[in-house]
């Protein structure tokens, strides 16, 4: 099965900016999920995403994070004021194709954003 | 909890041989997944067994599950360069909890 696809592969920003995570799944599935792996590290989950809302998140997934899906494709990781321990791999993943509306265990990765905190 | 710890950390082989990694874990699951990362990649999801099941077949992968010693084991036969890469256990529905990874090198 096809991947989703990230944007950008790597953004660097300034300690307290603002950064956007673009995620394009395939269209009109409804699970998605967003992950980071600090350099050297576990896998971490942050948030999952059930038709347009969240349907549970970790305790990293503070008030900082959001995530939204704007335009009814993109989906979007948003870090309101970064910092340096948010530099990481930032990975989206969506539900396999058990159909749209039904959530599988499998999951499938895009390639991730480095996400550097300068 | 952790959840998932892969052992070993790190294994390398020739091109060729078998390799085996393990996975433990600790609370109860319903099935449990192995992935695949290529350095600085996304993860690829490599195949699922499902808590019922003991042991799974797919190409050159072999996985088997115990869950009375929460375990489970991953074996790539005739290894190629090109399984050069990370490997992650994963258990969880929805909300997947990974291991620490094995770094497998395959040496030509």
């Known amino acids: 099965e096809p991947e989703v696809t990230q944007t950008p592969s790597h953004q660097v920003t300034q300690m307290g900016q603002e950064v956007i995570l673009r995620c394009v799944p395939i269209s009109n599935h409804l699970y998605f999920y967003w992950y980071r792996q600090i350099l050297g590290q576990k896998v971490e989950f942050l948030v999952s995403?059930?038709?347009?809302?969240?349907?549970?998140k970790s305790e990293i997934f503070d008030d900082q994070f959001s995530v939204e899906r704007p335009d009814g494709s993109n989906f979007t990781l948003k870090i309101r004021s970064t910092k340096l321990e948010d530099s990481a791999m930032y990975f989206c993943a969506r539900g396999s194709s058990g159909g749209p509306y039904t959530r599988t265990d499998t999951q499938y990765f895009g390639p991730g954003t480095r996400l550097t905190v300068l | 909890s952790q959840q998932g710890e892969e052992d070993p950390q790190a294994l390398s082989i020739q091109e060729g041989e078998n390799a085996t990694m393990n996975c433990s874990y600790k609370?109860?699951?319903?099935?449990l997944q192995w992935y695949r990362q290529n350095s600085g990649r996304g993860l690829v999801h490599l195949i699922l067994?499902?808590?019922?099941?003991r042991e799974k077949h797919s190409g050159r992968l072999r996985v088997t599950l115990d869950t009375s010693k929460k375990s489970s084991s991953l074996l790539i036969t005739a290894s190629r360069a090109a399984d050069t890469a990370s490997y992650f256990c994963a258990t969880g529905v929805g909300k997947l909890t990974f291991g620490t990874g094995t770094r497998l090198t395959i040496i030509p």
């Open positions: 067994i499902r808590s019922n099941e």
């Open positions: 609370t109860s699951i319903n099935n």
């Open positions: 995403f059930y038709n347009n809302e969240i349907s549970e």
